[in-house]
């Protein structure tokens, strides 16, 4: 007894002499188990590569959004109350605007860094959805959604929705012109949709159309609740990070069980954070020197004036070229109009990127491969799907033209209506054109691998054999070389098998199965992919005289 308490003694002795800043994290490790926590995650290994930077400029740039947009949410009103401007930028003293309009010109001018401050979260928006885009398309080039991250996949996808929808809604909160002509774009499609079109117009903007509840709805939105969710969703998906351990490209010493990189405390934790400084210090660059948005420039919004050269925010012209060039078609039954022109464009926006969604599980089930993947895919040795996203870029591309139709047509003084069938016709062909031309640059990549694992690297040296013979030497590829190029799968595709057994009976193949199948074949058959050298052949082309 007197030893034990001589010990607790002793520990109390320790207690007492350690520090405030000790005695503070016993206390919270005690009643939160952040000891146990950070030992079991902070010296957690990340893989090192450049692409993995892209979901760090998505996650800083939107910290860079919520910072700028709390000091804009202190000086901006949400009002539709229209006032008569009498402040500091000349031109429009005497105007007749909404508060809303008018405070947006006092942040500009008169509020200190309120124009810094406003083109920094513009382009912080801009570059948060190109950040997602990208890697989105990363992530789908490399295989990197498929199991156990088809969730964490829905997430980001989930994002970049919301970051659509967010962007929509502030792009439209300083209520000048060019923001208007967007939103009654925005509610000319709504229109568009049967029986309940004009309803839902009438929610939204309180009868009307511009009616004076849109804004003082659209801020609560952009400012509260797209915000909280989208962040609620970021901390979910670094979560799903951390509990699946990072991807990684393909290499010697990674495999399903083994990441090789730096541990995520100190090493990571401080390129991380040396980067976001670099992310946030572009951003300010960017919002000093390059002028966006100058909402002076084009005056309050008017139900009858509309800007010429109204564009909206990149990552909406999808959507918007898809109405432009879109032929005027309407249905005239029973004394109402079906706008064809409109409605068509409009639901193939949400079915384009419902597809992108649950791409993964389809995959998934086309292949019937159940085992978890963390090693990255090399976008060669998968030609299909990477066609299939390169295909759906050029789509992209080409209807992004369309949605700015009118300021190519007046910068590069084309005809409008030459443009406009350009679109047409590209939406059809250039997707097929950049599948067919992707995937037989996949399939060239992938003969130029086989060559170079059998015959070895051109070093450019030219060597005459004793016969006369001229060959260039090849040196022969490191085992490291040699891993990265043969350690993809080259499974069969999925098969019905025969459909008359060993006894005669036919066995019935259902409609889902056959459909599996082709779809195997298209994407992983003979067709898709040059077959990786044997061992044997590697020996026999190595050895002796076959190697120069």
């Not at 109350?81 to 006092?106: C, D, F, I, K």
């Not at 962040?231 to 990684?248: D, N, P, R």
Request: glycine share 10%; proline share 6%.
């Amino acid at each position: 007894m007197d030893g034990a308490r001589s010990v607790d003694k002793g520990r109390e002795g320790t207690r007492r002499d350690s520090g405030g800043g000790e005695r503070l994290a016993d206390w919270a490790d005690g009643r939160l188990g952040i000891y146990t926590l950070a030992k079991a995650n902070l010296r957690k290994v990340f893989p090192d590569h450049w692409s993995f930077m892209l979901g760090e400029v998505c996650l800083y740039s939107f910290l860079v959004l919520i910072l700028t947009g709390v000091y804009l949410t202190l000086f901006f009103e949400p009002s539709g109350v229209e006032v008569v401007y009498n402040g500091s930028y000349e031109p429009l003293n005497g105007v007749l605007m909404t508060r809303a309009y008018e405070s947006a010109l006092e942040i500009s001018f008169d509020v200190r860094g309120g124009l810094l401050i406003r083109q920094i979260h513009h382009w912080a928006a801009l570059v948060f959805v190109a950040g997602m885009l990208v890697h989105m398309m990363r992530v789908f080039f490399t295989g990197a959604y498929r199991k156990p991250r088809e969730v964490n996949w829905l997430f980001g996808w989930t994002l970049l929705m919301l970051g659509l929808i967010t962007g929509l809604t502030g792009y439209s909160l300083p209520d000048d012109l060019l923001s208007g002509t967007g939103v009654r774009f925005a509610q000319g499609a709504i229109l568009s949709i049967p029986v309940v079109g004009t309803y839902i117009s009438f929610f939204l903007f309180g009868g009307e159309f511009p009616g004076h509840d849109i804004i003082s709805r659209f801020f609560p939105i952009h400012v509260l609740l797209l915000p909280g969710i989208m962040l609620g969703l970021v901390v979910a998906h670094l979560i799903l990070v951390f509990y699946h351990k990072h991807t990684q490209y393909p290499g010697p010493g990674r495999d399903q069980k083994s990441v090789v990189g730096m541990p995520f405390m100190p090493v990571y934790m401080a390129k991380a954070g040396g980067f976001f400084f670099l992310v946030f210090g572009v951003l300010s660059l960017m919002g000093a020197i390059a002028t966006i948005n100058p909402v002076w420039a084009f005056g309050p919004y008017r139900p009858d004036l509309v800007t010429t050269g109204a564009q909206p925010d990149w990552y909406l012209g999808f959507s918007e070229g898809l109405i432009r060039v879109m032929p005027g078609w309407e249905i005239n039954a029973f004394g109402h109009t079906l706008v064809l022109g409109v409605l068509i464009p409009f639901s193939l926006f949400p079915l384009i990127m419902l597809a992108i969604a649950v791409y993964p599980f389809v995959e998934a089930w086309i292949t019937g491969d159940k085992r978890e993947h963390h090693i990255l895919d090399r976008p060669r040795n998968v030609p299909v799907r990477t066609a299939l996203g390169v295909a759906w870029l050029s789509l992209y591309g080409v209807l992004l033209i369309g949605g700015g139709n009118d300021i190519v047509a007046t910068h590069l003084h084309l005809s409008i209506n030459s443009i406009t069938w350009f679109v047409r016709i590209g939406f059809f062909v250039v997707p097929v054109l950049a599948f067919v031309v992707t995937k037989r640059i996949c399939l060239g990549l992938q003969r130029r691998d086989r060559d170079k694992v059998l015959h070895g690297r051109e070093t450019g040296v030219i060597k005459r054999l004793p016969h006369g013979e001229y060959v260039e030497v090849h040196a022969p590829l490191s085992q490291e070389q040699l891993h990265t190029l043969t350690q993809h799968e080259q499974a069969p595709p999925y098969e019905t098998g025969p459909r008359v057994d060993a006894n005669g009976v036919t066995r019935r193949v259902k409609g889902s199965q056959r459909l599996r199948a082709r779809l195997a074949r298209a994407m992983y058959g003979p067709d898709s992919h040059i077959p990786k050298p044997t061992a044997e052949e590697y020996r026999e082309l190595t050895s002796g005289e076959h190697h120069h």
